[in-house]
């Protein structure tokens, strides 16, 4: 089984749409989360941190379910700059190991 | 503030070479992991270099091997490539080395082994 799963996608929405995505991780001991946006042959990006009490950033807003192990990211208010690839990434402890997903295929349509 | 920085940025070699792939973290960064990227996928963990050592190593042959100098830069080796070794190769750097810290990436050496 896969430390990280998340649908592939690709979600294709017009602009101004809200989306979300979701993820689920495997280990129950992992403890830091993060959300990574990736363009096409590009590095990934920090998108953001993802807290136990939620957080938000703008249209962006993450959220940590700990006891069902997901993981989610809600995009409002879509633009076609957010068509990316987004990578959810969990972090299983000591020393900054890092599990990633697959990647979800954004594309926003004018 | 200069980023993680890369190079080379591609690299062409024939099945059986060897390759060294060399990362620069981020002003202020002192640890450093590698990545593997197939297309398709996310990154890979291959390991992580911190004081100098190999703290952590994620599911990959001992033909992938790295080494981290005293500037906290690092180099990636891959002896006896394979075609399955083509792939993005990517830096990230991060610091302090504990759970919860974001890494940051660099932009990635793209390999292809022909």
């Known amino acids: 089984r896969k430390e990280v799963e998340q649908d592939p996608g690709p979600f294709n929405v017009p602009e101004g749409a809200t989306v979300a995505f979701n993820c689920t991780y495997s280990?129950?001991?992992?403890?830091?989360f993060f959300w990574y946006r990736q363009d096409c042959r590009k590095e990934p990006k920090l998108l953001m941190s993802?807290?136990?009490s939620g957080n938000e950033d703008g249209r962006f807003t993450a959220q940590l379910n700990r006891a069902s192990q997901y993981i989610s990211l809600l995009i409002r208010d879509s633009k076609l700059s957010d068509s990316a690839t987004y990578l959810c990434?969990?972090?299983?402890?000591?020393?900054?190991?890092?599990?990633f997903g697959s990647g979800t295929k954004l594309n926003v349509k004018p | 503030d200069a980023g993680v920085t890369q190079s080379p940025t591609h690299l062409i070699k024939t099945r059986g070479q060897q390759v060294t792939l060399r990362c620069s973290p981020k002003?202020?960064?002192?640890?450093v992991s590698w990545y593997q990227q197939a297309l398709g996928q996310g990154p890979q963990f291959i390991f992580q270099?911190?004081?100098?050592?190999?703290?952590q190593r994620g599911n990959f042959p001992d033909r992938f091997s790295g080494h981290q100098f005293p500037n906290y830069s690092s180099e990636l080796n891959v002896n006896a490539l394979l075609l399955g070794d083509s792939a993005l190769y990517l830096c990230?750097?991060?610091?302090?080395?504990?759970?919860?810290?974001?890494?940051?990436f660099g932009p990635g050496t793209r390999l292809t082994v022909t």
């Open positions: 002003s202020g960064h002192d640890t």
């Open positions: 993802v807290y136990s």
């Open positions: 280990n129950s001991a992992s403890q830091s």
């Open positions: 990230a750097s991060s610091s302090p080395p504990r759970a919860g810290y974001e890494q940051y």
């Open positions: 990434v969990v972090n299983t402890g000591n020393f900054n190991k890092f599990y």
């Open positions: 270099y911190y004081e100098e050592e190999e703290r």
